[in-house]
């Protein structure tokens, strides 16, 4: 074989092997023609195999074609390789395709009952203030339920709370959080800043607004020089923080045995912003909590001396921040449970 | 307190309008509770004068009337089937078109044949009085024409008198608030007498035989009455302010309680034997027949007005019907006294009769009000019924006491309310509520809290110090906070200013909430709904989970709403299986709930209180979709909770143990109880029970799931095995092995046993332990099955050799043959 007759049949090697690379639709097809004409006994070797029989200074000019066309093969064979990879994943992709549309899988989303969340949302904003939690019973002493908060057995002011009493001699279940002002004295001593929230019962049949089992908030505040002035700023920053910033808020005189001065504590009704509404009968004004300079026999039972010391309760219903909070009419939903309810929380 | 405008008008001046006034009121501390329009609903009915009146020929009970209502108007002709009216009357005329109370509007109608052109009104009608049975008569110089409305139409207020303030349930009580709030002067009715015939002492005696229970009685009585309706106008007023007009002795006595706040008695002069008043206590055996027309069975701690021959009337409460005044009654005597609070408010529970009057009686009365509400009665009795008044009064304590001392600091005054306030403005304020002040004497005793001993001032402190001279009718002022309250109440509570405390702060002190938030916080996040269900359960909830109706640990309530509702809970399981109950009802049957709540048991006679988790799952836990299978709640769903739950807190790993016993309520074969270690490593402590409920329960209880589980979890227990801090402990950095051990043992034998046997023998070198296949059947024996667990072994510090593996491997594998019986499969 001449120079020109190799050269010749290298070239038609080429335009074959790139006809067969063209036409292998598989990799495993690309490997064939892979071997067939690059492997150890490929085309392209036994070809070159015929170098020896040309003449000497042939030699290089026929191993440089057949580098070219080993190059040029190999070229076209990454080439094809890749084409061939990147239709492979195409049609992967292609076969995995969903419906993006539907659903995602069910996760329970879970709810925390808003009685309970406002409770703890009183907490910490009244815990900005350096107010901590204390906790009471909910059977409680008809002592400390009303005797040591200054309300003698008969005394006419027990109309205020309508009491459901036990079988369990001396003993009833809490009408309100006030008896809490007795367990915080008498376990801890001034500087007193406590909260105490807590279940409360009362005998009272069932409406939108009223129920037999209420929550409420007891908030104390004793020591020497604390005031008046300070239960107003508190009450203000409280009625911000739930209620928004500028909201107008009001004092008047409220009574209970347990303090003196007694206070009600009036913010401007949130549903009419108070130009009057049914919610607020009218009056432009909803009464949030009670509250009151703590009573010199309340203290004294407490332990303390009210020559020395003075301070501040509140009590906050718990239920009706709740209301007002979340927009909700009608209480007796607190106690139903109703999932439809729960899941708004 | 309702009270009529019109009517406080006869004791202050008010120049605001009724709102504004509402206003001013609550301000001060008597709250407006509403604002009623009497008369708005009076529309289109004037004052007509009566005609003629005729039989209505095709009528034997109609009447036909001709009324005149206006120089200008048409004559009407009008029926009415009331037998009381006659011709010259002025009557209330509803012409065509008006409308009454309750929306009922009058047109032109016909009656047995004639046309009638409106109404005549009574008094119930417009609600003016409670007369139902004839037409209104209106005073002969009712002017024609004229609108009722602008007549008899009035405003109410609706005042919520605090029970400190008896002495404001009264119109001249609220006079002197209203004087109070604007300056304007109180007008005392003028209470003049005329006195004639015998004294009274020749007709009436008094004797108390308690002073303590009746430190004052006043008794007066007026000769020759005539009784009969009162006027129209005290008819109108005594309506408006919420009391039923009777006649006017009756009414007399009404209208001095509401005017002066004093409840006075008056006793047919008859029906007391030998004009003898015995004031006592009931006898054992004695009976009385009330106004109400009750026999009542007296208890010995009823006071009673008596005579000789028996009781009269049970006293403060309500009088009796064998002295009741009546149309023949023709002497009358006034009783007006005062009785022990305490007493009072005893009896009036006791026999259920609370009225206006012991409402009075129980918050206290003023002394001299016994004198001056019997000359009022006496007054008003002998003006409306006729009659005159027997010279004197029979008074067992005529004596009465001045006005109290009371010293108070002024500085004190400021301190407590935060801002200084001026001593002359002080005084000023103390006046406007008719407390006068003077300069404090050295000795003068500053009374601080009720009961206790007051602070003696001496001669520096008494210079700064004033005494309050307080108005007898202020039985609530006692101690200087109650003086400061009146300057705040006059001043204006919005005058305190408000500022943050600059006090010091408290000392640290942990949040009891916490763990029951992080609780919270763990399960919501897992995908629970938080409940609150009622402390108060019925005995049929406690008798579903074996608890009897009289069981001795229970605490009942006794004065209960409902017996649903009668029994603090024992258990959160009946509210827990009430919420999935009552939302199965909405079709609402895949649940998952927990609930923080107390439960409550006596022990050894004190109520003991215990803070309980309860989570209850019922039907499909995965969630219905598309693309994966229900997991209907079962034992292992709650277990599954729970770890993680103790897990997610830090606590240690709650073991499950098989119950020694099992509740009525539990499923016998599907009941654990969980332990966890105890605080020092010590014996368990029971955490709680994680059950499927028994299906005898859920049937009993309603419920239409049979898939449900529950865990019922002591949170103290909890708490107890939460570490107060967590501490970082460094992960090997060598790796770890994993040895499979197919355990067989017998039916009998507990998993958790086995993996107990297992931990034990493998420390220290387990790292974890899972059990990750139960399996029963050929080959395996009957009666047997394997519990395959996965350990994985590690050494803190450096790469386990195989022997070391295939000692505790080996150490395992003998624990679990000599203390179970069991082998492993090869």
Known sequence: MDLDTLSARLSALEQSGLGAIRAAGDPDALDAVHVAYLGRRGELKTLLGGIGALPGPDRPKVGAIGNAVREALEAALEARRRELGAAALDARLAREAVDVTLPGRPVRRGSLHPLIETNREIARIFGQFGFVVYEGPEVETDVRNFQALNIPPDHPARDLWDTLYTDVPGYLLRTHTSPGQIHVMQRAAPPIRALLPGRCFRYEAVDASHGFEFFQVEGLMVDEGTTMADLRGLLDAFAQAMFGRGRPTRFRPGYYPFTEPSVAFDVQCVVCDGRGCASCKRTGWMTILGAGMVHPVVLRNGGLDPERYQGFAFGLGTDRIAILRYGIDDIRMFLENDLRFLEQF | MRVPLSWLGDYVDVDLTPEALADRLTLLGMEVQGIERRGIDWQRVVVGELLTVEPHPGSDHLLVTTVRTGPAEPVLTVLTGASNVAAGQRVPVAVPGAVLPGGRRIEVTRMAGRESQGMLCSGDELGLTTDADGILILPPDAPVGVAMADLFGDVVLD?????????????????????????????????????????????????????????????????????????????????????????????????????????????????????????????????????????????????????????????????????????????VVIESAVFDPVAIRRAAHHYALRSEASLRFEKGQETRLARIGADRVAQLVAAWAGGSVAPGRVDTAPAEPEPARLPFRPSRVSGLLGTTIRVDAIRDLLARVDVRTEPARPGDVVPVATGFPGVPLDGAAAAEALVAIVPTHRRDMEIEADVTEEVARVLGYDRVPGRLPETPMPEYRPDPRRTVDDVRDALAGRGLDEVVTHALVGPLDHERIGIAGDDPATIRVTNPLSAEHSQLRRSLLPGLVRVLVENERQRRVDLSLFEIGHVHDLVDGVPVERAVLGILLAGDQAGVAWNQAARPADLWEVRGLVTALCARLGALRPTAARPGTVASYEHPGRTATLLVAGPDGGVDAVLGRVFQPHPAYLEAAEVRSTHVAVALLDLDVLQAAIPAVRRYVPFPRVPAVERDLAIVVGDGTAAGEVERVVRDAAAPLLRTLRLFDVYAGAPLAPGERSLAFRLTLQSPERTLTDEEIDATVGRVVDALRTRLGAHIRA
Not at chain 2, 204 to 231: H, I, K, Q
Not at chain 2, 263 to 283: L, S
Not at chain 2, 315 to 326: D, F, I, K, L, Y
């Open chain 2, 159 to 331: 005042v919520d008198v605090k029970p400190n303030r008896g002495d404001a349930l009264s119109l001249i009580g609220l006079a002197r608030e209203v004087a109070a709030a604007t300056g304007a002067r109180v007008r005392w009715p003028e209470i003049a007498l005329e006195e004639t015939g015998p004294a009274v002492e020749s007709r009436v005696a008094v004797e108390v035989l308690d002073e303590r229970l009746c430190p004052r009685f006043v008794a007066r009585l007026v000769d020759g009455v005539t009784v009969g309706p009162s006027s129209l106008r005290v008819q109108a007023r005594l309506t408006a302010a919420g009391v039923r007009p009777v006649s006017n002795v009756v009414d007399a006595s009404n209208y001095v309680m509401l005017e002066l706040g004093k409840p006075t008695h008056t006793f047919d002069a008859a029906g007391i034997a030998g004009g003898r008043i015995v004031v006592r206590p009931a006898r054992t055996g004695e009976r009385l027949e009330t106004l109400d027309h009750v026999v009542r069975d007296l208890t010995p701690e009823t006071l009673l007005i008596a005579d000789p021959a028996g009781p009269l009337s049970i006293a403060g409460v309500m009088g009796g019907a064998s002295s009741e005044v009546g149309m023949a009654t023709r002497t």
